[in-house]
């Protein structure tokens, strides 16, 4: 931390200003220069606040050399995290030992629909998404709508259904949690989704940090990378360290796609962090046929997986229809993908 | 709601397609370009997603012409909203018969410090604030912190340390809930707060619709004024119309002031809306300097209410002293805002 | 200038590294810490390249803490600038000497047609804005237009129009330069006005700032604070002083309002800046009852002035019709503002 | 074009406003709902302006349907464009005719310094990058710098030294132009370059419109789809269809890197329109080390072609350093690209 003080501060205040920080335990080094004086702080920052520091009366601003975050940095976990979810799909193939993973020389695809709408429509879904390789079936069971007048989710019906779906194929589930209360009917779920909306629900972060499931957070659509690695944070520090990062597109001054996929956060995060790192697609453009370009260069640009929208019958979907690939058009992504896949040394 | 249909539907297209709307109750409209045919949909269309429209294969495009919201609206609710809070210092002043207003002729002002910290600080700082001239104070109890090792705020014993400001003073209270069970401990809040990285997480919107209390709900960071209106009617819809709209600062790509202040919102939010709107320059700029000009501006530019940050240490204050006013700063600050409450034809 | 070493640099690297600075006859101070090693300039670091500095492989970092702009910097001319331009409206009336002045207690409004159309109109709104009590008339003869098939202003015949408008009212005029060859013929135009678009078009401010005349400056969209006064730099460090600063609104993720007006622009630029800021609230909000609620906020704020769209048939203007005042409102805009302009102080 | 026609507007002014439109050689059809009427316009609206509709009294809001842009729209052209520029380079390797290209099953590679220093640094540079497979040389001599101090670009002579280096390498060369008059020294520069800060410097736009060499243009950095692509027929409605568009990075909230590249241009460009695009992914980032990752991502993405920075040592680099690769890294990187360029069935 590297405090830069006002001009003209009278030396003793300098003085006790800098014993201030010495007696919490920190080395002080201070630069006198002709106008500027500066006090760096040494050691352990991390739960030190800047702006409580910038309040004082003796300080022009604070800059922060340490981030902020520990258990998500890669300076203290040089390793790449790898995040192994048993999946009975992957165990009937012989595959991958019985289990679906991100990270490292991994690359997984979840896929299905943006609602849970009935058994038909998602067992449907789960048993063509897997036929093309998807290593994830996804549904919404409990939605965030912008209008309380929309399609609120089927709740814990919804759940239920994934429940079948699953037995149905082997595949294991992903979906969204909204609030505390819900986590109760979650037992069978296998990865438990933070909704970009919900990144700086603290409360919800805690309580996912404790339930000892991989947790896939999505960023805020004006989250900043800082802040969206403070929130895997929030999820670690509760001691749970299996947190997939999810990229899925920001909000800027243009809206020709709904959303603008920040495909740099992938080489970033990754530099930055060992977490894996995900690419929502679909709902990042909002737009069905821009899924196919844009899932071609999130895996170019080094991302661990993708999540991609996949309706039966996108026209009659009762959320988010206008994005989502048919079974079809699904299959046939799939086989363009392969070769990217493979060009970055990854597999299924 | 506007369906501009892709250039050379086939007509039995076009009329199966208008039917499904007919069917549903709603008037339609065809009118057929050389190049574009454009479907108008007539009747209440606030409960319809567009995106699920605009998911069909005959559709270019979808433009509402109808606000998605309605309890918000003031189409529908011409007179301006005005919400009476009870108030012990009003009633032992005589004055507006024993309540603090939000709306119409009246101004209000929340001041307080950002978190509770303890007895003294609090019920000292609530006296002070009181003798200037606030009609509430504010203080948070529980905080919602970017960082897990931030103070995160003393919780339920925050909100012990508010009732005996408010009994001292006579002052109501305002404060934040960042979880539906935090709601048990709120019986003698007055106004509960919903913060702006909460703006959309519906099941606390919900629940706070149902609570009866006065909502001051604060605009996300990245709400364009829909959304945030949207929230607005997540809460009315489960019956509880009292509404208090708080612009904050919105985030934008420069950050010479911690977010930006949207002081147009004032003048746009009360043309459309019913809702009384106040503004938080303490939180948006993020600079003590700067609250009084925003404060007057806000003023100006037609605002219910100010809430202020104000703190007996800014110094020393665990959270976001940077940009707290001292009482002091604050006596000051109420003087010289008198003139332009005035001038609006307002009183406190 | 701070830079931060990367860890584990080697001392010798440091010495050479650090002696190129002091070649260049800067101070250097060096700071160690357990993780890191600061470097810290003193001296005049005004014209370095902090990026250049950032690219050297020792650095992990660089931090600048004297603001890039000098000319244009409070700190080194702390008096208000203030700006007189010879006005013989005002010398009729024997106000203000037969000046018109922004900065310090002056207030100044710029009001007038978005685009020059024809004698009539312009003459006619002149007299309207001067009777109102309009300080300076502007008019648009030369127009940045998104579109190359919209109308591109008059051109010269336009400049002519505004001179005739000036001798009939003794208004001194504005009018917007888009190319260097246009300032041939603007000898007559008594302050030159560079468009939002134009904000870093370097060569004309470089040409505008030869120019010897008064330059109203507008801040591109999505230009930083910063940006925006280095922008002034270019002109001032061609010898022009006569800089004054125009918000106009900037570009954000909403767009209920054409862009969005940013009032903390004023108290900030008057504190890091001795230049006049005036408010364009007409083209920020692009809505014409929006005008009287900004305008009243941005002299709360601390402006001074403004620049007001005004025209007599706001519905065949040939360009930002939506926003303009007819003078009948734009007259009684003017007797609403007198109380606010009272109360900071200042005068017309 | 729709317009939404106020509430309880009278019949007969809802007439004479029709009438207005159908004067005009428009159809216009009418729409009337229970709070709603809507008048739709058919025929050519892409020389109407929406905002002067939108100022008429009986208006409520205006919605175009048809893009404003004609000439850049894929609609009205469907086929690719495919740009080419006499290459020496290719002519002596007797390849692809002795040209090089932007469109269709080609892939362009523009590689060089940011500025241009010195004829050693330069014909170092365009010898390596050619031997790596470059297929254009660029270098900037007049140079674009937010502060008056920085280095401006050697100007003229540096054109010169780009002449040479053509000469030396048989490469064509890309500059950048800031100002009209410099074209005068550009007769022999191949493609001209059109900087993200002057993408609306119409009048500079209207005359490299005229000088008949392909028009590289950059994306301003807060610059929509539609403003760009309005900016690239500003120069086709001068007669020349030879643009190139070039996405480098938007301005968003988050600074991690220097700018968000935005890849989801790339498919939506080459959906709407037929012009080739560009990546620039070296001033999009910002950082060495992101280049490659996103070069990658780009040719998934569908780019046409790539511009990148490489200097001899980045780290005495007059610009830009931080972000420039050294000929051995851009080697690396031309070998890694190859296979991402196979997959898209594209060659150099």
Redesign the interface.
């Known amino acids: 931390m590297?405090i830069?003080l006002k001009p003209n501060t009278p030396q003793e205040e300098i003085d006790a200003f800098q014993r201030l920080f010495e007696q919490q335990g920190l080395?002080t080094?201070l630069?006198?220069?002709?106008?500027?004086t500066?006090l760096?702080l040494?050691?352990d920052t991390?739960?030190m606040?800047e702006?409580?520091i910038?309040?004082?009366?003796l300080v022009d601003h604070v800059?922060r050399?340490?981030e902020?975050y520990k258990m998500a940095n890669r300076k203290f976990h040089p390793e790449d995290t790898v995040i192994a979810v048993a999946s009975k799909a992957a165990a009937k193939d012989n595959h991958n030992n019985g289990f679906a993973f991100f990270g490292k020389s991994h690359f997984s695809v979840i896929a299905g629909p943006c609602s849970v709408e009935g058994e038909d429509q998602l067992v449907g879904i789960a048993r063509a998404v897997k036929a093309s390789g998807a290593t994830f079936l996804r549904g919404g069971a409990f939605k965030?709508?912008?209008?309380?007048?929309?399609?609120q989710g089927l709740g814990k019906e919804g759940i239920h259904l994934l429940e079948l779906a699953k037995k149905a194929t082997g595949l294991p589930i992903v979906t969204e949690v909204?609030?505390?209360?819900q986590l109760e009917v979650m037992q069978n779920v296998d990865v438990i989704q933070i909704g970009a909306?919900?990144m700086?629900?603290?409360?919800?972060l805690?309580e996912v940090g404790k339930c000892g499931k991989p947790v896939l957070l999505k960023r805020g659509?004006?989250a900043?990378?800082?802040?969206f690695l403070?929130s895997a944070?929030?999820i670690m520090?509760e001691g749970n360290d299996n947190v997939i990062l999810c990229e899925r597109g920001?909000?800027?001054?243009?809206n020709?796609?709904r959303n603008?996929?920040?495909?740099?956060a992938?080489?970033?995060l990754k530099?930055v962090s060992h977490l894996p790192v995900v690419i929502d697609p679909s709902h990042?453009?909002?737009i069905s046929?821009?899924v196919e370009?844009?899932s071609?260069?999130?895996?170019?640009?080094?991302a661990d997986g993708l999540m991609i929208e996949v309706h039966n019958n996108?026209?009659k979907?009762?959320?988010?229809?206008?994005q989502?690939l048919t079974p079809k058009q699904f299959d046939s992504l799939m086989q363009k993908l392969e070769?990217?896949i493979k060009?970055e040394e990854r597999s299924l």
Chains 1, 2, 3, 4 share one sequence.
């Not at 909204?178 to 209360?181: H, L, N, P, Q, R």
Request: hydrophobic content about 35%; charged content about 20%; some cysteine.
């Open positions: 590297i830069v080395g080094h630069s006198k220069g002709v106008n500027t500066i760096g040494v050691g991390s739960s606040n702006k409580t910038a309040a004082n009366h800059v050399v340490q902020p965030p709508r912008t209008s309380p007048y929309s399609f909204m609030a505390i209360k909306r919900n700086q629900n603290f409360d919800l805690k659509l004006s900043t990378i800082k802040e403070m944070e929030y520090s920001i909000r800027t001054f243009d020709y796609t603008c996929l920040d495909l740099s992938v080489p970033y530099k990042a453009c909002g046929w821009m370009p844009l071609k260069a999130a895996i170019a640009a080094g996108p026209e979907a009762l959320s988010d229809g206008e989502s070769g990217y060009l």
